[in-house]
């Protein structure tokens, strides 16, 4: 087991594990001092593409993104999200999992349960490809965005999953619009990390879509804290450099390549 991970795992009831997405390497440089994981999500669908839902971004597409990123990614562990449709039996999942690898030198994939695919996960991580799980809202599979795990036996069901996930061999496990009770149980009696999103705070770690918590992508469900309105901030540099143009303040002398002043 890589080292990376080692690490991650030996979090688990110590101290909260930090995980962001990134889809580029200047986005990923400003991250990777601060997160123990980095995921390159196939959110970039939505986010990056205007897809209404993650499920046409290619194989392609998310090598492309994940090779970027990892030119800015130093000391975090890089997970990348396996594309719908690339991983729905053992063969074509090892082929696919290990071209992502090849091509973007990541450190770990993630794999969206759809309640079946236990035995992929199992044959990826006995072939030595470390697998990161992911439970409750998994826009691969579900259409509606809801919270999941509200009653004793969802919780039941939710858990058996995890735990499916966990025996699999998955090294952690992302769990998505959990109620607080289902992440509180998961959590507690896995042995691999939780990783929540829209889960509350029982989890042994968070992960939030950067371009949201920045205020880039217009996507703000409740459980997204923004942490910074990039937007505005954008707009408001625009603005000023569409004025500077339109009025000749810029480009001034001191933007000039050989330094000479304008004729
Ligand atoms: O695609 C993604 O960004 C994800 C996170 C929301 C966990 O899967």
């Keep these: 087991m890589i080292t990376k991970i ?5 979090k688990k ?7 962001l997405t990134a889809y580029s390497k200047n986005i990923a440089k400003i991250l990777d001092n601060y997160c123990d994981i980095i995921l390159v999500g ?13 499920h046409r971004i290619s194989l392609k597409k998310i090598i492309e993104h994940s090779a970027s990123v990892r030119q800015g990614v130093k000391r975090s562990l890089l997970v990348v999200d396996m594309p719908k449709g690339t991983y729905e039996n053992v063969r074509t999942a090892e082929k696919n999992a290990r071209l992502v690898i090849k091509s973007t030198s990541c450190d770990a994939i993630k794999l969206e349960s759809n309640k079946k695919n236990y035995k992929i996960i199992k044959a990826l991580v006995e072939k030595n490809i470390p697998i990161m799980g992911h439970i409750g809202f998994t ?4 259409k509606k965005f809801k919270v999941e795990g509200q009653t004793k036996s969802q919780i039941k069901k939710l858990y058996k999953e995890a735990q499916l996930i966990e025996n699999a061999g998955a090294f952690a496990i992302v ?10 149980v998961i959590t507690k009696n896995l042995k691999i990390p939780t990783i929540g999103i829209g889960s509350s705070d029982n989890c042994d770690g968070q992960i939030l879509v950067t371009d949201d918590m920045l205020g880039l992508s217009g996507f703000y469900p409740k459980f997204v804290k923004k942490y910074a309105r990039l937007d505005r901030i954008i707009e408001k540099a625009v ?9 000749g303040k810029f480009p001034s002398p001191k933007n000039y390549l050989n330094g000479s002043k304008r004729k």
Excluded: G, R
Excluded at 13 to 19: A, C, G, L
Excluded at 44 to 53: E, G, H, I, R, S
Excluded at 240 to 247: G, L, Q
């Design 175 to 184: 769990l998505e619009c959990l109620s607080p009770n289902a992440a509180k």
């Design 6 to 10: 080692k690490k991650i795992l030996q």
């Design 139 to 142: 826009p691969q599979f579900k």
């Design 42 to 54: 196939d959110s970039m669908a939505n986010v990056l593409y205007a897809q209404k839902n993650t």
């Design 13 to 19: 009831n110590k101290s909260k594990i930090i995980s």
């Design 239 to 247: 603005k000023e450099y569409s004025k500077d143009v339109k009025f």
